[in-house]
């Protein structure tokens, strides 16, 4: 049975500096409640919205990059409905039941090997305040405390059309919406709550539920399977899926039913009175493109055809605007383009923490390397001045550390004992210093590392560990 | 000499002039105010700072420094236009304790052209009628008659003036909200184009057709006012660029088209006196027409499907969790919270608030909404034709009489048909402004004179042109 998938994703323009309608910041992370509003975001009668243009630009540009086409004239439409985290109980939002207002619509996106999902709309609209559960969830709190300082941040609705068969390509599809929001600098996704997304899921052609509340991009691919899982299970058993809202349940990784029975809403959408169509005009698509920064199927095929990357590296490179941003800073140090893409790719992902990359939204969370290291350990190599093994030994050493390569392997190199004699010398010392402990190495291989850390502490650590070992464990046969 | 009977232009130079002081003038306002609102209940409240106010025009006056053109003179504020650190109410409950954070931009233009707000005049809650009498504060009372409504809703602003209770008032004109009781008061109000003047912190009833407008004993003192207040706001997409100033100028053979359709269905008394006004128009060698308007028809029904849903969506907010008045959330899940505090809407409100949420429901938006927007398009097509022939559109201003408080309180369409003359402006965006006609069996006659789009001056030029040659009484006894 074939599964049928669409997506909502909601990307806050944070880029845009203030919220949509108001002058407020759009940061509001970490203010104290209700410290970043003002009469407008917080709906206080008489106040009258005024657009950012900025935020038009930007989502503008999302459109662009998702091939969609921009109409001459927007507008905005009221999206009725009660909540208490709405402060004027309506949502200012775009609309195109009655003719085309959304800033993009009809587009489409290319992601992962030649396949591509259509974009039905890019809309403008502003995110609503947050509650706060002090009991943890609603489930167990016996009041809500509202926050508005969200309420009004500029918030791009990108929905798909149920173009997505497999949930593997619905996490390609966001990883790729991901890294062109970010390449276009429209919205920091490392920042909580900056990217969400709403799955539709239907199978063999039956109802379709929404899920809701997913938090992570990560998390949606999971969440779909489950909800293909759950649907399929139940035509198997001949039992009829319902078109609902379901909800991801984060903790237990399931989708569960809505507790409170969302009826149909109806919404009421009329036209806002108090923003005038806005016509954007024939210079606004040319003037923004001309101001996009370069989008991610662009710098793949500059990392290909100038730098010389295979197409899967240069791939996995723009895949994360900011492992892409490490490279192009890295060649800028030293110019050995194929060298340091590989030692980025191959060796330096696999020290990346899972569990840090998604809590923190950043692959080098937790590791003390940047681009100046990678240079460097590529120059090494390339000059021959070590080989690659030790090369390897190097960066697990110094993502911990965060020494400059070339500074490791000159302490370890240069200042090295390789006169046989003077080793001899400093063992010689230790055995007679140590007697108790040589007694012992002779049928305790644990001493004879006590032993070599004692060799290692006399030379100050020049002594070469291994040879150092040889000739311990050689003296200890002889004695 | 009573100071309080003095029109702005006198008050201004008076005090400028120190021949009385912007004290004097207050203090005998605010006695006058003591002594009528027991009468005629045209206040919500009376500002505790005018007077604090007064004595600092009088101080800069006398320490030389430099003092806008309405320097002291004294105006009410219709209580649905926020004044920073004066409670604003709409005259509903569910703003019973609401203290507005910041001036609205015609206040805050007001007071720096040297300004003093004396009060906060009553009004039909939420701007929502046409007598005043659905107000929480009360009903304002007629000044020409007590037993009879003074028009609404900025009832208040046209009986405060009317009862020399300030020297020029603040409304808004969402459908004659302004005209109605300025024509029932005897008064000058005029709405203008919309766009004209900032709407930035009126509490909007529906936005797309409503705009403030002044209130004043002349068309001198509304020409001062909309002088001060008329222009471009950057804190309002919706008006225009530009700073207007108008001026009482004089012109020759203005072309005057009478609306047959609004003489028609105004009642005997009424079209008498604007017959007579047509007939002194001409005196003055304006060259008088009838003219039809045959869409009007449609004004009343479309009118009100577009304010009632605009209506529904702007009042949405109002439920008791940021401000409003006292209630306890203790004991409520959110919807049954929200449930309760909006019970405490007058029963007008909620009507309008039910209706437009109708309109705009799923399936009817397209039956009502957009064909009432599509009666818009017409009624402006054929007044700009109309505008094309004509300076100026004349007629009565409401086709009745003022009538008795209570008589139509309990019957809502036979109240929404006495704005059938009015709403038309409100449609089309162009300005209108009603001046004192004359009376009949004692009672108020208001001249609704509409012009085109941004025509104010010459709507004005026609209106002074007029009072000059009518010479009415402007104010009861009371």
């Known amino acids: ?31 104290a409640p209700n410290a970043n509003t003002c009469p407008t975001c917080s709906g206080l009668p008489g106040t009258l919205p005024l657009l950012n243009q900025k935020a038009v630009e930007f989502a503008g540009m999302i459109s662009l990059a998702l091939g969609c086409k921009v109409p001459d004239e927007i507008a905005f439409y009221r999206k009725n409905y009660f909540y208490p985290d709405l402060p004027k109980n309506f949502q200012l939002t775009q609309y195109n039941a009655y003719g085309i207002t959304s800033i993009g ?41 509202i926050d508005y300082n969200r309420a009004g941040v500029p918030l791009v609705e990108i929905v798909t059309e149920p173009d997505f068969t497999d949930p593997k390509d619905v996490r390609m599809f966001l990883d790729k919406i991901t890294s062109i929001i970010e390449h276009l600098g429209v919205c920091d996704t490392k920042l909580e709550g ?94 923004i493109r001309q101001s996009m920064p370069e989008l991610p199927d662009a710098r793949k095929d500059r990392f290909v055809s100038k730098y010389g990357l295979s197409a899967h590296v240069a791939q996995v490179l723009i895949d994360n605007k900011e492992l892409a941003d ?9 110019s050995s383009p194929k060298e340091i893409a590989n030692w980025i790719v191959t060796d330096l992902m696999s020290f990346v923490d899972e569990r840090q990359k998604e809590q923190v939204r ?79 190495a002779k049928h305790n291989p644990n001493a004879a590392n006590f032993l070599l850390g004692k060799v290692m502490q006399l030379t100050k650590g020049r002594a070469d560990p291994k040879t150092a070992l040889e000739m311990i464990q050689k003296k200890l046969m002889e004695d | 000499m009573a100071l309080y009977t003095l029109g702005a232009g006198h008050v201004a130079a008076g005090i400028k002039s120190r021949e009385f002081s912007a004290e004097e003038y207050v203090c005998q306002l605010l006695e006058r105010i003591e002594k009528v609102e027991p009468k005629v209940n045209a206040f919500v409240t009376v500002s ?152 930035y912190g009126l509490v909007s009833y529906a936005n797309s057709l409503e705009q403030i407008g002044p209130v004043g004993r002349t068309v001198s003192d509304v020409v001062s006012a909309l002088n001060a207040i008329a222009g471009t706001d950057e804190n309002d997409h919706t008006t225009a660029g530009g700073k207007p100033a108008y001026s009482l100028q004089e012109r020759k053979g203005l072309r005057v088209g009478l609306v047959k359709e609004f003489i028609e269905g105004a009642d005997l008394a009424v079209a008498k006196v604007i017959n007579k ?50 209630l306890s959330p203790e004991g409520y899940e959110w919807n049954s919270y929200f449930a309760k505090a909006r019970s405490n809407f007058g029963e007008e409100v909620k009507r309008r608030i039910i209706v437009g949420s109708y309109v705009l429901s799923s399936g009817y938006y397209g039956k009502y909404y957009l064909k009432a927007q599509q009666v818009r398009s017409l009624l402006k097509r054929e007044l700009k034709a109309l505008f094309k022939k004509y300076d100026v559109l004349i007629g009565p201003t409401m086709p009745i009489l003022p009538f008795k408080i209570g008589e139509k309180v309990d019957n809502p369409l036979k109240m929404y048909l006495v704005d059938i003359d009015t709403v038309v402006a ?20 208001g001249l609704q004179i509409m012009a085109d789009e941004f025509q104010e001056q010459t709507m004005l030029v026609a209106a002074h042109l007029f009072e000059q040659a009518a010479k009415m009484q402007r104010s009861p006894e009371l």
């Not at chain 1, 489950?226 to 649907?231: K, N, S």
């Not at chain 2, 009100?304 to 401000?323: F, G, K, M, P, Q």
Request: with cysteine; net charge neutral.
């Open chain 1, 1 to 31: 049975m074939e599964s049928k998938m669409g997506l909502e994703i909601h990307c806050q323009l944070t880029g845009a500096k203030s919220k949509l309608f108001c002058r407020c910041s759009c940061d509001y992370r970490g203010k």
């Open chain 1, 105 to 145: 619509f009809e587009g489409k996106l290319e992601y992962g090997d030649g396949k591509s999902a259509r974009i039905r709309r890019v809309q403008l609209e502003e995110d609503p305040g947050r509650l706060v559960y002090e009991g943890g969830s609603m489930e167990t709190s016996v009041y809500a405390l």
């Open chain 1, 194 to 287: 900056s990217v969400r997304c709403d799955a539709n899921v239907s199978v063999g052609g039956g109802n379709r539920a929404e899920i809701k509340n997913v938090s992570s991009f990560a998390d949606v691919e999971k969440a779909v399977r489950y909800e293909i899982t759950r649907q399929r299970t139940m035509a198997s058993r001949d039992i009829e899926v319902r078109s609902e809202t379901r909800h991801w349940d984060d903790a237990r990784k399931v989708t569960k039913e809505s507790r409170t029975k969302e009826e149909e809403q109806d919404y009421r959408y009329f036209p806002e009175p108090d923003i005038p169509v806005v016509v954007l005009g024939s210079e606004f698509v040319s003037s």
């Open chain 1, 326 to 334: 490490f490279f192009e800073s890295a060649i800028k140090i030293y």
């Open chain 1, 362 to 440: 950043s692959l080098f969370a937790g590791l003390k390397i940047g681009p100046e290291h990678i240079a460097d350990l590529a120059k090494l190599v390339d000059h021959d001045t070590i080989n690659r093994a030790t090369a390897k030994q190097i960066l697990s050493q110094i993502v911990r550390t965060g020494e400059m390569p070339s500074h490791v392997a000159r302490k370890t190199q240069a200042g090295k004992i390789d006169d046989a004699g003077a080793l001899a010398q400093a063992i010689e010392s230790v055995f007679k210093a140590e007697q108790a402990a040589v007694q012992d």
């Open chain 2, 48 to 199: 505790k700072e005018a007077l604090e106010r007064a004595r600092a025009i009088d101080k800069m006056i006398r320490d030389g420094e430099q003092t806008g053109p309405l320097a002291g003179v004294a105006v009410s504020i219709k209580d649905n236009i926020c004044t920073k650190g004066i409670r604003t109410t709409c005259a509903s409950k569910m703003l019973e304790l609401y203290v507005p954070p910041y001036d609205a931009t015609v206040v805050k233009r007001l007071q720096d052209a040297g300004a003093i707000v004396i009060g906060k005049a009553n009004l039909d809650e939420f701007a929502m009628g046409s007598t005043t009498e659905f107000s929480r504060h009360g009903t304002t009372r007629n000044p020409w008659d007590i037993s009879r409504v003074p028009g609404g809703s900025s009832g208040g602003s046209a009986a405060s003036v009317a009862a020399l209770e300030c020297t020029i008032s603040l409304g808004s004109d969402t459908g004659g909200s302004v005209r109605c009781p300025a024509s029932f008061c005897s008064a000058v109000g005029l709405k203008p184009t919309y766009g004209l003047i900032s709407r």
């Open chain 2, 277 to 326: 006004a047509v007939d002194t128009l001409a005196g003055q060698g304006c060259r008088c027409e009838e003219a039809s308007l045959a869409s009007v028809q449609y004004a009343l029904p479309s009118y009100y499907t577009i304010a009632t849903a605009e209506a529904s969506s702007n009042l949405a907010r109002y439920d008791n969790v940021r401000y409003g008045f006292d």
């Open chain 2, 426 to 445: 409100n449609l089309a965006g162009m300005p209108a402004m009603s001046v004192p006609a004359g009376f009949a069996d004692g009672l108020p006659v």
